[in-house]
C-alpha cells in the first residue's frame, strides 16, 4: 500500500534484536511478544525523531477501547489518525478508498508470534465486539439490552465488557503517586 500511494517506506527485519534481547530474559511468550511491539515501536521513534516526524498510531476504536495493543508498543503514537472508527467501520471506509480487496479481508494479526490473529487470540469476531462496544460505550446500554439487541450469548458480551474494563489504565496517562 505504501508503495501504491508512493510513500517512503523501510522494511527492518526486528528478529536478530528481539532474539538479542531475549537472550538476558526469562522466557514468557506473551511478554516476548509484547516485546516484538516495543521494539517496533522504539524504531519508529528513533526515525521520527532522526526525521522531525510524528508517529501516527494504527490503532481503531474497535482495539482502543478493549486494550487489544501492547502499552509503549504498537499503541505508542503521537497521532491517533483513525481511533474514532470501529474496525468494521474501517472496512467499509477502505472499500470506499479502493484499498484492495485482499488488504480488507486481510486478517487483523499484531504477529507477535507465529500464525497469532486478533480474532483467533479474543475468541470473538470484530463484527461482535464492535456491536457489543456500540451498544455499551457509544449509546450507553446496559449488559442485558446488550445482549438482547446484539443477539449474542451473555459470555460473549461479558468478556468484551471485561477486556474494556481490564485494559483502562492503558487508554490513560500514567497517574501521579
Not at 537472550?23 to 515501536?41: C, P, V, Y
Not at 501516527?56 to 505508542?76: M, N, P, Q, V
Not at 470501529?86 to 500464525?115: C, G, H, M
Request: aromatic share 10%; proline share 2%.
Amino acid at each position: 500500500m505504501a508503495k501504491k500511494l508512493g510513500i517512503e517506506y523501510k522494511i527492518i527485519d526486528i528478529n536478530s534484536i528481539h532474539s538479542e534481547f531475549s537472550k538476558f530474559l526469562e522466557h514468557d511468550n506473551f511478554a516476548l511478544g509484547n516485546l516484538k511491539a516495543r521494539i517496533r515501536a522504539s524504531i519508529l521513534y528513533y526515525y521520527a525523531t532522526v526525521n522531525k516526524y510524528l508517529v501516527l498510531g494504527t490503532s481503531d476504536k474497535s482495539e482502543f477501547l478493549i486494550g487489544y495493543f501492547t502499552k509503549y508498543g504498537d499503541g505508542a503514537a503521537d497521532l491517533e489518525p483513525i481511533i474514532s472508527l470501529y474496525k468494521t467501520q474501517l472496512r467499509e471506509f477502505a472499500k470506499i478508498l479502493d484499498v484492495p480487496s485482499d488488504v480488507i479481508l486481510k486478517k487483523s494479526s499484531p504477529q507477535l508470534w507465529a500464525n497469532h490473529t486478533a480474532e483467533g487470540e479474543l475468541g470473538i469476531s470484530y463484527e461482535e465486539v464492535d456491536s457489543v462496544l456500540y451498544c455499551l460505550i457509544d449509546k450507553g446500554v446496559s449488559l442485558q439490552e446488550t445482549v438482547k439487541i446484539t443477539q449474542l450469548d451473555e459470555k460473549s458480551v461479558n468478556k468484551v465488557y471485561d477486556l474494556y474494563k481490564k485494559s483502562e489504565h492503558k487508554r490513560d496517562l500514567p497517574k501521579a503517586c
